[in-house]
T-cell receptor, first 107, second 115 residues
């Protein structure tokens, strides 16, 4: 069965420091993975998808099939990055989400 | 705002009562999803519509839950005989007619509190 695990509930970093959010998955097949973000008082929205291999708001994520991971990284965190981040795995037409990581960037 | 709209935003009810939530997707979207989110958890899939057809229901959706999407436009999620365990945020999402890219557009959610 497909599963997404985000081992960190909370992550606190200083502004300008690197930040990495961990995501591990289990899936029998070729996975499609995503990171969704929810800023305070906003709705859940797509941040990036692995298939696009793009950098959004300075964030990147690399799919590592050997380690079944899709960690989200940013070299220099900003205060506006404070949010809830969810890793998600696509299975047919639906997404399975991890439990989420709350990121707080301190000045 | 032409995004996904959900009503009501908040609902407080007594155990045993029935509640209904409504979702209006983005107008050109033919795929609609309901998710449930409890404290400290990510969204959990409940059900999926393509146009008016309900194509999948999660095991989380007990017999007390029913969802409809008449005419393939708005959708309703009804919970009968509510229980305290039904307290959660109910999220609706939609996506368009093209290839399924995995980008879901979420509403702001309907928060249910069962006393």
């Amino acid at each position: 069965a497909q599963r997404v695990t985000q081992p960190e509930k909370l992550l606190s970093v200083f502004k300008g420091a690197p930040v990495e959010l961990k995501c591990n998955y289990s899936y029998s097949g070729s996975p499609e993975l995503f990171w969704y973000v929810q800023y305070s008082r906003q709705r859940l929205q797509l941040l990036l998808r692995h298939i696009s291999r793009e950098s959004i708001k300075g964030f990147t994520a690399d799919l590592n099939k050997g380690e079944t991971s899709f960690h989200l990284k940013k070299p220099f965190a900003q205060e506006e990055d404070s949010a809830m981040y969810y890793c998600a795995l696509k299975n047919d037409y639906k997404l399975s989400f991890g439990a989420g990581t709350t990121v707080t960037v301190r000045a | 705002d032409t995004g996904v709209s959900q009503n009501p935003r908040h609902k407080i009810t007594k155990r045993g009562q029935n509640v209904t939530f409504r979702c209006d997707p983005i107008s050109e979207h033919n795929r609609l999803y309901w998710y449930r989110q409890t404290l400290g958890q990510g969204p959990e899939f409940l059900t999926y519509f393509q146009n008016e057809a309900q194509l999948e229901k999660s095991r989380l959706l007990s017999d007390r839950f029913s969802a409809e999407r008449p005419k393939g436009s708005f959708s309703t999620l009804e919970i009968q005989r509510t229980e305290q365990g039904d307290s959660a945020m109910y999220l609706c999402a939609s996506t368009g007619r093209g290839p399924n890219t995995g980008e879901l557009f979420f509403g702001e959610g309907s928060r249910l509190t069962v006393l």
